[in-house]
């Protein structure tokens, strides 16, 4: 027995109370525990260098006749993962909350407790997350009970903010819609002079009930939901969805298709940076970045639009596969475009990084440490800027990113300007990526026979996204439909993080600082 | 400043003008039914994740209704249809203030169906 393999180290630790486990995919061990052992083990699992990844709430009650709460730990340095499950009764709907020892569970607990109306006992701030305020109370919107197009009557509001006492403090309302084209968000500032001093962020205006409309729907139907998760990461979710069918149904998927499918993610981080590094401008009114910017994200829209039919590269994933032809034209036309862009961006940066108002502004803005990412799992280019390794690419290799010789930028100050300066970095990796993918990729199918996929098993997909990893949990119902469909989008993760970098800055800075981590809004509420 | 301008000067305009170019090739835009080619599998109607497509008896004959309201385009039934009845082309100036003008029904004709496997064969 390998004494440094975490899941073995986990079993061995709790093996009086492990109630049953399975191995799931060589480095994937299930563990199922009684409730009350919770947060013991979370903290062995924390202890021993785990994160959490997802954590999934499901209905099981026509199946196993409980609830079931699935804790997912991810461990970056073995390239293994271990879910922690417990059981949760109708009768006794409550759990204890890990919340205290791992503050990066906090959303996920309030959420189970919004739509399962399981309680996380313990929780230090257990208000509605998904759900607001004038939604009535005790009705759980994904209990397998609740039909998805019940109508119910909207309640007073309940939503409670934070309360100042004392002179000086202003409340700031802002949102949820704004002056400009974006999505719906209510921040309420509570500030001191200019300086903000607390931030409360109220999100999920956007929550469309997509995993709920997702159950019960034929596994081909409900990848177009994901497809239609969010506009921008699009691809990734699609991707996501289709891995996590994949691994259940033990299907391979050729090469090509994976060659393809990593060829338009990179694609997708592309168009994302490049856009986002000069959309951050308009944080600061520097408009000679936002258009150089908006012009070459508009290049590569365009590109995508030629090669795939589809400028936010929907419609060309597929369960076992890729829907796309790739000829040689079509290398030649993306290694043309892709060059010009590349020289255009250079050319941009350059004259962008070293105009002084950009770092008069971007520097030690909103900045975030390397503890604070690290305590509540914050993912993706927020997290590397402020010091964190950590990239699904890397660490829990997909498709076949284990054959690209990449490396993943990591910076340290974890300001609004790290964050800018991480995205230029990681674009240049997508470009190098992006030249070895055409260089490589092999001729061959680009889609496998998908058979029967097995009813009421459940596994995972994740992508890294330009915003960090999305992780979707799959559970297949009956007839080849999803039971149980959990996102966990990299913004999910990374909305605590936001309202964690603006205290301290002014009320003028916080425009830029959420720019600087660019989220979306419609990933984190689905 | 002067890198900033010689930039924009460089870089000219980008934006367009009326009429638009044709969309690119494999954009997925407007479909165009045949119902002389159609059998009447219904394999559309399945695949199709909007439903979007709808079959109806009529006294003679069967009718295809396509609603481009629901439409998103994705082109699955053009890849399920075997007589080669739906072909998805690049047509992507489609908005319109009637939106009656967003459904279109086919007659299909009676004989064509059921497909069968001596058709086929």
């Known amino acids: 027995m390998k004494t440094n393999n975490p899941g073995d180290q986990v079993l061995h630790a709790f093996n009086s109370q492990v109630i049953h486990f399975d191995l799931k995919n060589d480095n994937h061990v299930v563990i199922d525990i009684a409730k009350e052992h919770l947060p013991s083990i979370t903290r062995y699992i924390r202890d021993l260098g785990g994160r959490l990844f997802t954590m999934v709430g499901s209905d099981e009650l026509n199946i196993r006749g409980d609830f079931s709460l699935y804790y997912v730990f991810a461990f970056d340095k073995d390239q293994s993962l271990i879910t922690v499950r417990v059981s949760v009764s109708e009768q006794e709907p409550g759990f204890p909350s890990v919340t205290d020892d791992l503050p990066s569970a906090n959303w996920y607990e309030r959420e189970v407790y919004d739509l399962f109306g399981l309680e996380p006992v313990g929780h230090p701030h257990l208000s509605p997350l998904v759900l607001h305020g004038d939604w009535p109370e005790g009705i759980y919107p994904m209990r397998k ?103 259940i149904g033990k299907i391979k998927v050729p090469a090509r298709a994976e060659y393809l499918r990593m060829l338009f993610l990179e694609m997708e981080r592309l168009y994302n940076h490049i856009g986002d590094v000069g959309n951050v401008c308009a944080g600061i009114g520097f408009s000679f970045g936002v258009s150089q910017g908006a012009i070459l994200k508009e290049k590569l829209m365009q590109l995508n639009e030629k090669l795939t039919g589809h400028r936010y590269l929907r419609g060309i994933t597929t369960i076992g596969g890729v829907r796309l032809e790739f000829n040689h034209d079509d290398k030649i036309l993306m290694e043309k475009t892709l060059g010009d862009v590349r020289r255009e961006f250079e050319k941009f940066v350059g004259i962008m990084m070293s105009h002084e108002i950009v770092s008069d502004r971007m520097t030690s803005t909103g900045r975030l440490t390397r503890e604070q990412v690290e305590e509540i799992g914050t993912v993706g280019p927020a997290a590397r800027a402020s010091g964190r390794n950590i990239d699904v690419r890397k660490s829990h290799p997909y498709l076949l990113y284990d054959q690209i010789d990449f490396s993943v930028p990591v910076l340290t100050t974890g300001d609004v300007l790290a964050r800018v300066q991480q995205r230029i970095e990681e674009t240049y990796q997508s470009f190098a990526i992006i030249g070895q993918i055409l260089n490589q990729l092999p001729e061959g199918p680009i889609q496998t026979r998908v058979g029967e996929i097995p009813a009421y098993q459940w596994d995972m997909g994740w992508t890294e996204s330009a915003r960090g990893e999305n992780v979707h949990w799959v559970m297949t119902g009956p007839d080849q439909t999803v039971y149980r469909y959990r996102v966990r989008s990299a913004a999910y993760s990374n909305w605590p993080a936001v309202a964690l970098a603006v205290p301290g800055n002014i009320v003028p800075d916080f425009p830029l600082i959420n720019k600087s981590f660019e989220l979306c809004y419609a990933c984190c509420d689905r | 400043m002067f890198d900033m301008l010689k930039k924009i000067w460089q870089t000219g305009q980008v934006t367009k003008t009326l009429p638009f170019e044709e969309a690119p090739e494999r954009y997925r835009g407007q479909l165009l039914i045949d119902p002389d080619y159609c059998n009447g599998c219904e394999e559309c109607v399945t695949a199709c994740p909007a439903d979007a497509l709808s079959f109806e008896k009529e006294e003679s004959h069967l009718q295809l209704t396509i609603s481009f309201a629901k439409c998103i385009y994705c082109g699955l039934c053009e890849e399920v249809c075997s007589p080669r009845a739906i072909r998805l082309t690049n047509e992507y100036l489609r908005a319109t203030k009637n939106p009656k003008e967003l459904t279109q029904t086919f007659k299909i004709q009676e004989k064509r169906i059921p497909m069968t496997e001596g058709g086929k064969q």
């Not at chain 1, 500030?191 to 997702?214: I, M, N, P, Q």
């Not at chain 1, 409900?222 to 996590?244: D, K, M």
Request: charged share 20%; aromatic share 8%; glycine share 10%.
């Open chain 1, 145 to 247: 009970d609740f039909p998805a197009n019940m109508k119910l009557p909207r309640m007073k509001n309940r939503d409670q903010f934070m309360n100042y006492e004392g002179e000086g403090v202003t409340q700031i309302p802002v949102g949820p819609i704004h002056a400009g084209i974006i999505e719906p968000g209510h921040f309420r500032f509570g500030a001191v002079g200019d300086t903000v001093l607390h931030l409360d962020a109220r999100l999920f205006y956007t929550h469309r009930g997509l995993e709920k409309v997702s159950e019960g729907v034929s596994i081909n139907k409900a990848l177009f939901l994901a497809e239609r998760i969010c506009g921008v990461c699009a691809l990734s979710h699609a991707v996501s969805f289709a891995q996590a069918i994949e691994r």
